[in-house]
T-cell receptor, first 115, second 112 residues
């Protein structure tokens, strides 16, 4: 079964700082990759996804992620964070060709942006 | 287009009871998945339904079951509730494949 590891459980940054959240997965086959965000009091929202093609994908609100197959990584980045980016971020993976295990999520990273 | 809706939003049950949660997917979506979210285990996949059939299943005991109706609405049932079943139960829908899912607000279940 696949697993997802998010390196940091809590990250605190100041506004305008650059952000990089690490995500590694373990699965030898082909996968689809996702980042979801959960703002305080709101439900999980899809931030961006990678299925195939250009390994650098852009999502909503200025976020982007790079898929590095050789490193089994899908790190999330944003050049300049805002206070409104305070949220819980989840990396997720699903096997292509069946999805028998559903989405496998990392434990999440709680991001706090200080004004 | 309305998002995924879940009812009820909050529920308190006693150990040993059973509970049924409901999920209405986004209009046109035929796949519905269920997840359990707890502080200790995080988000874990329960099962997925497509066209009224269970298509995928996670690693949960048989006390957790579900079904899907012809209008794609889904219900999840947990029998003989245990304290450890206290969690946020999330429903997610997608068009056809399970790959791109949209989540509802969840049902917060507390077992006492």
């Amino acid at each position: 079964a696949q697993s997802v590891s998010q390196h940091n459980h809590h990250v605190i940054l100041s506004e305008a700082a650059s952000l990089e959240l690490g995500c590694n997965y373990s699965y030898g086959g082909t996968v689809n990759l996702f980042w979801y965000v959960q703002y305080p009091g709101q439900h999980l929202q899809l931030l961006l996804k990678y299925f195939s093609g250009d390994p650098l994908v852009k999502g909503i609100k200025g976020f982007e992620a790079e898929f590095i197959k050789s490193k089994f990584s899908f790190n999330l980045r944003k050049p300049s964070v805002q206070w409104s980016d305070t949220a819980e971020y989840f990396c997720a993976v699903i096997r292509r060709g069946g999805g028998a295990d559903g989405l496998t999520f990392g434990k999440g990273t709680h991001l706090i942006i200080q004004p | 287009k309305a998002g995924v809706t879940q009812t009820p939003r909050y529920l308190i049950k006693t150990r040993g009871q059973q509970v049924t949660l409901s999920c209405s997917p986004i209009s046109g979506h035929r796949s519905v998945s269920w997840y359990q979210q707890t502080p200790g285990q995080g988000l874990q996949f329960l099962f997925e339904y497509f066209s009224e059939t269970q298509r995928n299943k996670g690693n949960f005991p048989g006390r957790f079951s579900g079904r899907q109706f012809s209008n794609s609405r889904s219900e999840m049932n947990v029998s003989t509730l245990e304290l450890g079943d206290s969690a946020l139960y999330l429903c997610a829908s997608s068009l056809e494949s399970i790959y791109e899912q949209y989540f509802g607000p969840g049902t917060r279940l507390t077992v006492t």
